[in-house]
């Protein structure tokens, strides 16, 4: 007695709708056992196609019970159905069912590697069969390049290689001319030797001369149940049996692996559908690159602050003011420290008076521009700031090579400037020093400076030595400050007057100064004071001590606001500051990361863009809160814009995923192929969105270049998590359809 494959027992089917409820079959009773070649007939309608896919696990019933080996399936979840399908059941449909796009090596494959066979070996395996099949020749032509006759063969190939004993074929002829259509007839009774072969077929006749048994639907009920033809014996037809190949155990680790290499193979045999999905990824990708740049770039506030001149006449915003926490010189070593740092762009060590204004005759050709910080909780007013243009700068800057003529400065009155004709070389030229004070009216100081060399670039840079520098960054100290001007400390009045640049004049000699500017009263002669010394770091050292000091009544208007000292007190009396650095940096974006650097190689650095800022401007802070939800706004619309356009144009593979499923693949795999295939699109977009980028901004693209100084490592991580939750939620979304679809 033959061994019972499939038992029905009691099996009912309803399917129901809004208005009616359908019985499709009606307590169906059947056995089903190797070497049985059946063939299920009846008119269309009957429920014959219904209890085929009842039989092949692709539907399920409402009542009773089918039997598989011996073993009740009422049990059987969604996994179970699926294992079902894959080790047990070959699938041969009227439609042929096969992945258009694939190859016929390919559509063989596909059923092997679901089972965990490793591709290696699947390809083989495949091979094989398709010569079996007659498909000799044609591995590499694609399923929708074959006839109708050929698909059906692939079809069958495909059924064989997963090696199962139970095949089932749905109107396998019912698309064939009578001729292809009994060479499929003949095929199929040949695999019945050794198999189970359940048939649906509307054509009886045609199939007659070569089943075992015929089972007659109508109405959903068993009608007839009869044996035709006397079981054969096994034929020579196959030859000899193709072995099985070796079967892994489909884990989590190779459920991936099967995901990834259906993704590579569908981006591989459709390639116009891939570059369509790539190009739109890309449109998207591009446009969220620039949303999240302008989010990053108005994220912070100094776009919405009104700018004091007072405090930096021309605020450079790339501009750091640095100086060492240990109060220490500012060194070589230093310089080329910082300079390394990523984001800086220079090192400006020479840099102590680049903040002064100054004028010169003959048509104020060389000009700039000064200003110096005030009393704050956030900027001390030890700290001397640097302006944009960097027009004053100390000898140290250069060398003799960049002489064209003369010499480097060596006295205080002494300059270096490009002069197109040479004609200033040599020259005594009068030059006014202006103080811009943020307490009081402008200042001025009036000197004669010698051009002693000159450059060989053109430059509207002026060169003065460092001694000219430093004594123009000096700010007198308050107690002195006090005292020569005559105020009683318990009036806390005298921020009231302008901080004065103390001016060394070669005219005074000794302990004396000389004081100018619009006074109701001016002390004179010699006036007694304490003070305290302090060393060249400007910490106080000693003992508090008594000095006297020669003051000099007479002035010249031309040094209004000016405290003009003899050398000797200039030296003794006033504060030398700790050396200090301009760092540049190249863009503002990378502010508060090189000043984290810089704090953590152990220097105190501050923005002079930032110290400048006075107050919100409701103007610009309203215009940048419009950009923000702007960019927020967009990039939430392009979420939902994908999301809807590919979902749909995703839903063009859903009949792939049905055939994926037939064979047995796992709806998790099914699920992870989308995921694995849109996230390989997206890596290609977003990589290609990058270099467009940096491209755009190589060739000058104002607004990509802007923005892409906003960029960092953090920013880039953004982007490319913000296009794979993109994804994420897309893929999630279809699949959320594809279950239904495949489950419906």
């Not at 002829?173 to 077929?201: A, F, P, R, W, Y």
């Not at 979902?647 to 047995?664: E, Q």
Request: glycine fraction near 6%; charge should be negative; charged fraction near 25%.
């Amino acid at each position: 007695m033959e061994q019972v494959k499939i038992r029905l027992q009691n099996i009912s089917k309803s399917y129901y709708s809004e208005t009616a409820v359908t019985q499709a079959l009606r307590k169906i009773n059947l056995e089903f056992s190797m070497g049985e070649f059946v063939a299920i007939t009846g008119e269309s309608g009957s429920g014959k196609s219904t209890l085929l896919n009842i039989i092949g696990g692709m539907d399920t019933f409402d009542e009773g019970e089918m039997f598989v080996d011996g073993e009740p399936t009422f049990q059987y979840d969604d996994q179970d159905w699926e294992a079902f399908r894959r080790n047990k059941i070959g699938y041969i449909f009227q439609d042929y069912s096969l992945v258009g796009h694939y190859t016929a090596l390919d559509n063989v494959m596909s059923a092997l590697l679901i089972l965990g066979v490793e591709k290696k070996d699947a390809r083989e395996t495949a091979m094989k069969y398709l010569a079996q099949v007659g498909l000799a020749g044609y591995e590499t032509h694609r399923a929708s390049e074959l006839s109708s006759g050929q698909k059906q063969r692939l079809s069958i190939a495909r059924a064989l290689a997963k090696n199962t004993e139970i095949i089932v074929a749905d109107e396998p002829t019912g698309n064939l001319d009578s001729e292809t259509g009994n060479q499929i007839i003949q095929l199929l009774k040949e695999l019945s030797k050794d198999k189970l072969v359940i048939m649906v077929t509307h054509n009886y006749d045609q199939a007659e001369p070569y089943v075992t048994r015929k089972v007659r639907v109508h109405d959903g009920q068993i009608i007839s149940d009869v044996p035709v033809n006397s079981r054969e014996e096994e034929s020579d037809s196959f030859k000899e049996p193709i072995p099985a190949p070796e079967h892994k155990a489909v884990t989590f680790k190779r459920q991936n692996q099967i995901a990834g290499l259906f993704a590579r193979r569908n981006f591989q045999t459709q390639k116009a559908r891939a570059a369509l999905f790539i190009v739109f990824l890309l449109i998207i990708s591009s446009v969220s690159f620039l949303f999240i740049g302008e989010l990053f770039m108005h994220k912070d506030d100094y776009s919405t602050r009104q700018y004091s001149q007072d405090t930096f006449y021309r605020e450079d915003d790339t501009r750091l003011v640095i100086k060492r926490k240990d109060g220490k010189d500012i060194v070589k070593e230093d310089k080329e420290a910082i300079s390394k740092l990523s984001g800086v762009a220079k090192v400006d060590t020479c840099d102590l008076a680049n903040d002064i204004n100054f004028y010169m005759d003959e048509g104020f050709d060389y000009k700039y521009l000064y200003a110096q910080s005030w009393d704050s909780d956030k900027v001390a007013t030890s700290v001397q700031f640097m302006n944009e243009k960097r027009l004053m700068q100390s000898t140290d800057c250069i060398t003799e090579a960049d002489l064209s003529k003369g010499r480097l400065p060596k006295s205080r009155n002494e300059i270096v400037l490009y002069s197109q004709s040479g004609s200033k070389y040599g020259q005594e030229i009068m030059t006014y020093f202006k103080s811009h004070n943020i307490w009081g009216n402008d200042q001025y100081y009036g000197t004669k400076l010698k051009v002693v060399g000159l450059l060989k670039e053109p430059s509207d840079q002026v060169y003065f030595s460092k001694d000219m520098c430093r004594m123009l960054s000096m700010r007198i100290d308050s107690g002195i400050y006090r005292l020569l001007y005559s105020y009683d400390e318990s009036l806390e009045d005298y921020k009231c007057k302008p901080d004065l640049i103390p001016v060394i004049a070669d005219d005074l000699e000794g302990n004396t100064v000389r004081i100018s500017g619009k006074l109701e009263e001016k002390p004179s002669g010699e006036t007694e004071f304490t003070y305290q010394e302090k060393d060249d770091q400007g910490k106080e050292i000693g003992e508090i001590q008594t000095g006297t000091v020669s003051i000099d009544g007479s002035f010249h208007e031309y040094t209004a606001g000016i405290m003009e000292v003899s050398q000797e007190f200039f030296d003794r009396y006033y504060t030398k500051n700790s050396d200090q650095a301009s760092v540049y940096i190249a863009s503002y974006a990378v502010t508060d990361s090189v000043i984290k650097k810089l704090n953590k190689l152990g220097y105190d650095a501050i923005s002079t863009f930032r110290v400048s800022a006075t107050e919100y401007k409701e103007d610009l802070v309203n215009q940048r809160l419009i950009i923000i939800c702007i960019s927020a706004f967009g990039l939430l619309a392009i979420l939902f814009a994908e999301i809807l356009i590919l979902r749909s144009l995703m839903k063009i593979r859903i009949k792939d995923y049905f055939v994926l499923k037939f064979i047995g693949m796992k709806m998790r795999i099914i699920r992870s192929i989308s995921y694995f295939e849109m996230l390989l699109y997206t890596a290609i977009a977003v990589l290609v969105t990058i270099v467009i980028m940096w491209i755009l901004r190589l060739a000058g693209v104002s607004i990509v270049e802007d923005i892409m100084w906003y960029y960092s490592p953090l920013t880039y991580i953004l982007f490319i998590l913000y296009n794979i939750l993109l994804i994420l939620l897309t893929v999630g979304s279809f699949n959320r359809i594809l279950k239904g679809r495949l489950n419906s």
